[in-house]
């Protein structure tokens, strides 16, 4: 079936830098959208991406969609302890599945100020 | 205000026995899902319901089951079967047509089997 891949599982900063995580999927997407988890909570949606090379932004927030419908990334620039949380990709595979998503394992993200 | 309600936050049972997890949603959506997240593996998802009356197994089914007879609503049973049920528990509902506002989940129901 279909697996998503997501890496680095953990990554620590300081405040002001920047967090970059990638998101690999064994097979070609419909779409991808990120979630958001602050420690203690549920997920919640940030965005879809669903074009080949798509790039969107939101603030300080960049995500791109992989010119082959098989990879994401989502990057911060000069992160905040409100950034503090998991950040998952979930890929849509389409066809008999639309609407079902494949989640990735997240990447913890953890900001010291 | 629109939302999704799953009930209750905190559930303790005895191994052997079975436990049915709430879900509710007054968001309209047609399709609803369950997941479960274990630390280091994300969410996995167990079942999914795209119409009431219908649903299909996940990635993890084995253990649980799931009806859905009213739109708003879509239980979830932790079966004795169930290897490993101490688990994080998220619910979630979209619009049919690839859930293109995303997934809305509830705030979760933590089990601990002891």
């Known amino acids: 079936g279909q697996q998503v891949m997501q890496i680095p599982q953990y990554q620590h900063v300081q405040e002001g830098e920047d967090f970059t995580t990638y998101c690999n999927s064994s097979t070609t997407l419909s779409n991808i959208q990120w979630y958001k988890q602050r420690p203690g909570g549920h997920p919640v949606f940030l965005i879809q991406l669903v074009k080949s090379g798509e790039v969107k932004k939101q603030k300080r927030l960049t995500f791109q969609f992989g010119e082959a419908k098989k990879n994401s990334s989502l990057h911060i620039t000069a992160t905040q302890t409100t950034d503090v949380g998991t950040y998952f990709c979930?890929?849509?595979?389409?066809?008999?599945?639309?609407?079902?998503?494949?989640f990735g394992q997240g990447t913890i993200l953890t900001v010291h100020p | 205000d629109g939302g999704i309600t799953q009930s209750p936050k905190y559930l303790f049972r005895k191994e052997g026995q079975n436990v049915t997890l709430s879900c509710e949603q007054n968001l309209n959506h047609d399709a609803m899902y369950w997941y479960r997240q274990d630390p280091g593996q994300g969410l996995r998802l167990i079942y999914y319901s795209q119409i009431v009356n219908d649903f299909q197994k996940g990635d993890i089914a084995e253990g649980y089951s799931v009806s859905r007879e009213k739109k708003e609503s879509f239980p979830l049973t932790v079966t004795s079967a169930q290897k490993n049920p101490t688990a994080f528990y998220l619910c979630?509902?979209?619009?049919?047509?690839?859930?293109?506002?995303?997934?809305?989940f509830g705030s979760g129901t933590r089990l601990t089997v002891v």
């Open positions: 979930a890929g849509g595979a389409g066809g008999t599945s639309y609407g079902k998503l494949t």
């Open positions: 979630a509902s979209s619009m049919t047509g690839g859930a293109p506002d995303g997934y809305t």
